[in-house]
């Protein structure tokens, strides 16, 4: 059945795939984005499907994003400023943006008239914090964070939370407690439990999808605070070393924007997935020291990645996701990360050069101004 869909921050790296692939399924879908300078250069990416209604507003604007939610059937919320590091620090903008962004939304779903149907939401795995831990001794583990003296004296791995001995990650399922360790993570956090709150008090299905690391053609290659594929490319291709934080052997679940398409326009289909939230990634960790060796290699250049040994605000050791959850509604992944890397390494090399500009020192400056690295 033909539907009508609003997709916020559809002109985006993850909005912009999911906005294909709905067209593609036949739906009329419309856009609704703000063009953010830092995502976009201001300007109106070329990948944006001619297909599409493009709405250029601000989340914030309550007439603007009314009536563009005048005749939606559908709505996917994928509106965000996005970047751990710098959330830190402009603590306004990303509480304006995702937060107060999503009550606006939520605020014209309870209060105007519409037709949505459904709600699916945008979370994300850093929601979570640390990932779930084993213990020999203990067993399973939540723990918070690790100490800042032994962050100080460069220890990485994890410790029990007990019993002070090395804990082993695990996958992480939905029912980890959330631990939150930026601004970016806690309003991530708002925005999922905003939406599954309202959407429970007045009857309108609503889905939160935890996104785990998403990589793919179109990735933002002029935000030099997130998708670390992305960064580590704009490094690659100016050739210069990618760095990392820590010792490298950070884990993390690397998965497919197509992956995370796919998941959206599952739970779109199914009513069992209602009220739900998610994981999507692919069940499968890998360490961004072995990301980095494999860009560099499918690049083709000589280069090594420099490990800074230094510790980031906000990051985490490891977290991967279980994906035993969203497998039971009919997800699987499909992407092979070696195939999906090649297939980005391609992409960004297509790009010209002026919008491959390496940023990262400068963002880096601005973390050691306000404290945030040591």
């Not at 703000?34 to 989340?59: M, R, W």
């Not at 209060?111 to 990932?131: Q, R």
């Not at 992956?259 to 960790?285: C, F, H, Q, R, W």
């Not at 992944?333 to 491959?356: D, F, H, R, Y």
Request: charge should be positive.
């Amino acid at each position: 059945m033909r539907k009508k869909i609003l997709v916020t921050g559809g002109a985006g790296f993850i909005g912009s795939h999911l906005v294909d692939d709905l067209i593609k399924q036949g739906h009329k879908v419309f856009v609704y984005d703000n063009l953010d300078p830092q995502v976009h250069i201001g300007k109106k990416p070329s990948y944006t499907s001619l297909k599409a209604n493009y709405i250029y507003e601000d989340i914030l604007d309550r007439d603007a994003l009314s009536s563009a939610l005048n005749d939606a059937d559908v709505v996917f919320h994928e509106a965000a400023a996005v970047g751990v590091g710098q959330s830190m620090y402009q603590i306004q903008k990303y509480v304006n943006v995702n937060t107060l962004g999503t009550a606006n939304l939520l605020d014209i779903l309870v209060n105007d008239t519409h037709n949505v149907k459904k709600l699916i939401v945008a979370s994300s795995m850093s929601i979570y914090g640390e990932g779930k831990y084993n213990c020999d001794e203990c067993g399973i583990v939540y723990p918070l964070s690790r100490p800042e003296k032994q962050l100080k004296n460069k220890q990485w791995d994890m410790c029990c939370p007990k019993c002070g001995k090395t804990a082993k990650p695990l996958p992480t399922d939905e029912t980890k407690p959330l631990h939150s360790t930026s601004i970016y993570a806690i309003t991530k956090k708002d925005q999922e439990e905003m939406c599954l709150t309202i959407g429970k008090a007045y009857g309108i299905p609503t889905v939160a999808l935890r996104y785990f690391n998403a990589y793919g053609p179109r990735q933002a290659l002029s935000n030099p605070y997130t998708g670390v594929c992305a960064i580590f490319s704009c490094r690659i291709r100016n050739n210069k070393p990618p760095l990392i934080f820590e010792d490298g052997m950070q884990s993390r679940d690397f998965v497919s924007v197509y992956d995370i398409v796919a998941a959206n326009s599952l739970v779109m289909k199914k009513s069992k997935a209602n009220y739900e939230s998610y994981n999507v990634g692919t069940g499968e960790p890998i360490t961004i020291r072995k990301i980095a060796d494999l860009m560099i290699g499918l690049y083709g250049k000589k280069t090594e990645p420099k490990i800074t040994n230094k510790y980031r605000e906000g990051d985490i050791k490891h977290c991967s996701a279980d994906i035993t959850k969203l497998r039971r509604l009919g997800y699987n992944p499909t992407s092979n990360i070696k195939e999906g890397m090649q297939e980005l390494t391609e992409w960004v090399n297509a790009q010209p050069s002026c919008n491959v500009k390496d940023k990262l020192r400068n963002a880096n400056k601005e973390l050691e101004k306000h404290k945030l690295t040591y």
